[in-house]
């Protein structure tokens, strides 16, 4: 499924960018990717239905330069294939916070010490149909 790929967001330390989409009925995974640009992510964000070895897990990264980092493994999995998914992303000098669907929130470490996020990029099984800072 084709992406979304959106440029010079703008999102500073305090703010909180929502993204709401579909997940496709078939899904296998989908990714949302946030940082400078796609060389350089702060958080690459991953739900994993059944994909790579991997079955309701949440596998997150980074990427400095074009070299990924450590991945780190969320088991909370709150998706469904065929329906409606928000995530809220929110981010200071240390870490990013991902709260999912159902409320459960957790932390990523800011690796690349960003000061603004201007890059998002999405793909696979989720099309975007909202999304709004505050």
């Not at 960018?17 to 992510?41: K, Y």
């Not at 603004?116 to 696979?124: C, E, N, W």
Request: proline content about 5%; glycine content about 6%; overall charge negative.
């Amino acid at each position: 499924m084709a992406g979304l790929v959106a440029n010079n967001l703008k999102l500073q330390p305090g703010q909180s960018l929502l993204v709401r989409g579909e997940v496709a009925p078939s899904a296998s995974r989908f990714i949302v990717n946030l940082g400078q640009d796609i060389d350089n992510l702060c958080l690459h964000f991953n739900p994993r239905f059944n994909s790579q070895g991997d079955t309701n897990t949440i596998v997150c990264n980074s990427k400095e330069k074009g070299v990924w980092g450590v991945e780190h493994r969320e088991k909370a999995f709150p998706f469904q294939p065929g329906s409606v998914a928000e995530v809220t992303f929110s981010f200071n000098k240390e870490d990013l916070l991902i709260k999912l669907p159902d409320g459960h929130t957790f932390k990523f470490p800011n690796r690349l010490n960003l000061e603004t996020i201007d890059y998002l990029h999405t793909s696979d099984d989720f099309k975007v149909k909202c999304m709004t800072i505050d």
